[in-house]
């Protein structure tokens, strides 16, 4: 994420704040990827969902909002919270795929999303989380810290956050438009991860039964990365997608790391913040491992997911 600052004051900020400390109301432009004053071209979820953007085109709604086709049903006290929170997630993962070059020009179609709570009126209904052709089922719940924390244990995931479950899906969208955009990316996708085309259910089936096999972390970046080629290559984007957002910290705040390529600086960075955290008793805050198998799957996926000049 790039380094913003306050117009009127000059004062640091991120880009979802809806206002600086010295009173400045502020918007952010996703495309030009600036904060500015606030003016009448504000997001008409702003209110509502603390949205920070500025409206794209007509209904008055920003990019990122203008995506959720299904709002979630709001009985639960909690969910208008991790509805705002999920939205928050949304945006920051999408605004780090325009910076890619994602979603510029004309025939450059967006996800939609069927943003869900799995409480409604009291009960419990199961969302299931995932990509078909263009649409994104996420469910807001996993917003909620406290809940994310007792599934990561569940799930033994070291790794779970809401813009992690929003970087994956966007990553399985992400594989489809590079099929069928890049000739080339199918079969060298195939020879690096697998072939995509393996039964799905007979796969997660089987990884449910038996887990992964032993020493998945020489080729997987994570367990569930082991399920499918799907699942790897949406586990594997992910990550990359977390490493760029590092690198691209770093470069904004001059951090002047050593190293080649932005993978091998965001790896550092990655060291740094699992030192720095220790330092403080807290968990370490990137605690994937990137084996030289999982290295080389990385930086192929960041080779397709950086499309800048390419006619994606
Ligand atoms: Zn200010
Ligand atoms: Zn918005
Ligand atoms: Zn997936």
Same mark, same amino acid.
């Not at 796969?203 to 038996?210: D, H, K, S």
């Given at each position: 994420?790039?380094?913003?600052? !306050?117009?009127?004051?000059?004062?640091?900020?991120?880009?979802?704040?809806?206002?600086?400390?010295?009173?400045?109301?502020?918007?952010?432009?996703?495309?030009?990827? !600036?904060?500015? %004053?606030?003016?009448?071209?504000?997001?008409? /979820?702003?209110?509502?969902l603390?949205?920070?953007?500025?409206?794209?085109? +007509?209904?008055?709604?920003? &990019?990122?909002?203008?995506?959720?086709?299904?709002? $979630?049903?709001?009985?639960?006290? +909690?969910? $208008?919270?991790?509805?705002?929170?999920?939205?928050?997630?949304?945006?920051?993962?999408?605004?780090?795929?325009?910076?890619?070059?994602?979603?510029?020009?004309p025939?450059?179609? &967006?996800?939609?999303?069927?943003?869900?709570?799995?409480?409604?009126?009291?009960?419990?209904?199961?969302?299931?989380?995932? /990509?078909?052709?263009?649409?994104?089922?996420?469910?807001i719940?996993?917003?909620?810290?406290?809940?994310?924390?007792?599934?990561?244990?569940?799930?033994?995931?070291?790794?779970?956050?809401?813009?992690g /479950?929003?970087?994956?899906?966007l990553? /399985?969208?992400?594989?489809?438009?590079?099929?069928? =955009?890049?000739?080339?990316f199918?079969?060298?996708?195939?020879?690096?991860?697998?072939?995509?085309?393996?039964?799905?259910?007979t796969?997660?089936?089987?990884?449910?039964?038996?887990g %992964?096999?032993?020493?998945?972390?020489? =080729?997987h970046?994570?367990?569930?990365?082991?399920?499918?080629?799907?699942?790897?290559?949406?586990? =594997?984007?992910?990550?990359?997608?977390?490493? &760029?957002?590092?690198?691209?910290?770093?470069?904004?705040?001059?951090l002047?790391?050593?190293? +080649?390529?932005?993978?091998?600086?965001?790896?550092?960075?990655?060291?740094?913040?699992?030192?720095?955290?220790?330092?403080?008793?807290? $968990?370490?805050?990137?605690?994937?491992?990137?084996? $030289?198998?999982?290295?080389?799957?990385?930086?192929?996926?960041?080779?397709?997911? +950086?499309?800048?000049?390419?006619?994606?």
């Open positions: 994420m790039n380094v913003y600052s !306050c117009p009127s004051c000059g004062a640091r900020l991120f880009p979802e704040v809806l206002a600086c400390a010295c009173g400045q109301a502020l918007m952010f432009d996703p495309r030009q990827d !600036c904060v500015t %004053p606030l003016d009448d071209r504000a997001c008409a /979820h702003r209110a509502r603390g949205c920070s953007w500025i409206a794209e085109g +007509d209904g008055g709604l920003c &990019l990122s909002c203008a995506t959720t086709q299904l709002e $979630p049903h709001l009985s639960a006290d +909690d969910a $208008p919270a991790l509805w705002e929170k999920a939205e928050a997630a949304k945006r920051w993962a999408l605004v780090g795929l325009l910076r890619l070059g994602w979603f510029v020009g025939d450059a179609p &967006l996800p939609v999303f069927h943003m869900l709570s799995e409480k409604v009126d009291g009960a419990r209904q199961s969302v299931m989380m995932g /990509h078909q052709d263009g649409l994104i089922t996420l469910n719940m996993e917003a909620d810290p406290a809940r994310a924390q007792a599934r990561k244990q569940r799930f033994a995931e070291p790794l779970r956050t809401m813009v /479950h929003v970087r994956h899906e990553a /399985h969208f992400l594989f489809d438009r590079l099929a069928q =955009t890049q000739p080339d199918a079969p060298a996708f195939r020879a690096l991860m697998g072939d995509e085309r393996d039964d799905y259910a796969a997660m089936a089987a990884y449910y039964e038996n %992964p096999a032993d020493g998945w972390q020489d =080729t970046i994570s367990a569930y990365a082991t399920a499918h080629p799907h699942e790897d290559w949406a586990e =594997t984007a992910a990550n990359a997608l977390h490493l &760029l957002d590092l690198s691209h910290s770093a470069q904004a705040l001059n002047g790391l050593a190293g +080649d390529s932005a993978l091998d600086q965001a790896q550092t960075v990655g060291v740094m913040l699992n030192h720095f955290c220790r330092s403080l008793g807290q $968990p370490d805050p990137y605690p994937m491992i990137i084996s $030289p198998g999982v290295h080389d799957k990385l930086s192929f996926a960041l080779g397709y997911l +950086d499309c800048r000049g390419s006619a994606v």
